[in-house]
């Protein structure tokens, strides 16, 4: 079955950096990624899309790579703001379902 | 951009009691929803696939006679959860597409259920 890794240690950076969110998968071949925010007691925030046959996607301050080779993507926030804290889920899928990482805890400290 | 709405967002009840989650597209028609449980510090799992219309289709482990899904309308999707024990406690999200054929999922607020 599809296994999808999103390092499970909090990462911690200072305000006005880029922070680098990591996903790996294996077993799997999706259609395309999402990554998605999470505040705690709160349902997931759609962020960015990517599809397989994309390599980069950006939106503001975000930017998504997508390596099919690799099987891994990369999500970036520049300058980054205290209230970007909150964990960080990506899911791989197709129209029909998404599977979901464990998400990465981000802190971001003034 | 699309609301999706969940109630009620939290609940308590008795071990052996029922309780229905109901999720509603607010402003646009879903042809298919999702329901995902999380419990604290983990993923979401995804339980089952429901499509208006017809059975859900749920998740290898998902036991559909106790998670019971009803798809009934293009904005309205309920979850049930039979019987329910301690070990169901956990935050179930529902998720839905618009009709439209985008990629893009909207999540509902989650619903915090409780069992004693």
């Known amino acids: 079955s599809q296994k999808i890794e999103q390092n499970s240690e909090a990462l911690n950076i200072q305000e006005g950096k880029t922070a680098t969110l990591t996903c790996n998968y294996t077993n799997y071949s999706p259609a395309y990624l999402q990554w998605y925010r999470q505040d705690p007691g709160r349902g997931p925030v759609f962020l960015l899309l990517i599809r397989e046959n994309e390599k980069e996607k950006r939106k503001e301050r975000l930017k998504v790579t997508f390596d099919t080779t690799l099987k891994q993507s990369l999500f970036h926030i520049t300058a980054s703001q205290p209230a970007d804290s909150a964990t960080y889920l990506c899911?791989?899928?197709?129209?029909?379902?998404?599977?979901f990482g464990s998400g990465t805890k981000l802190n971001v400290k003034p | 951009g699309a609301v999706v709405s969940q109630h009620p967002s939290w609940v308590i009840c008795k071990s052996g009691t029922s309780v229905k989650i109901e999720c509603r597209s607010l402003?646009?028609?879903?042809?298919?929803m999702f329901w995902y449980r999380q419990f604290p510090k983990q993923s979401l799992m995804l339980m089952a696939t429901s499509n208006e219309g017809s059975k859900a289709t749920y998740e290898q482990g998902v036991e559909k006679d106790k998670f019971l899904i009803n798809h009934a309308s293009l904005t309205l999707s309920t979850l049930t959860v039979t019987s329910a024990h301690p070990e169901d406690s956990s935050f179930y999200i529902c998720?839905?597409?618009?009709?439209?054929?985008?990629?893009?999922?909207?999540f509902g607020p989650g619903t915090r259920l409780t069992v004693t």
């Open positions: 998720s839905a597409r618009d009709n439209i054929g985008s990629d893009e999922q909207y």
């Open positions: 402003d646009f028609q879903a042809t298919t």
């Open positions: 899911a791989l899928g197709d129209f029909n379902k998404f599977y």
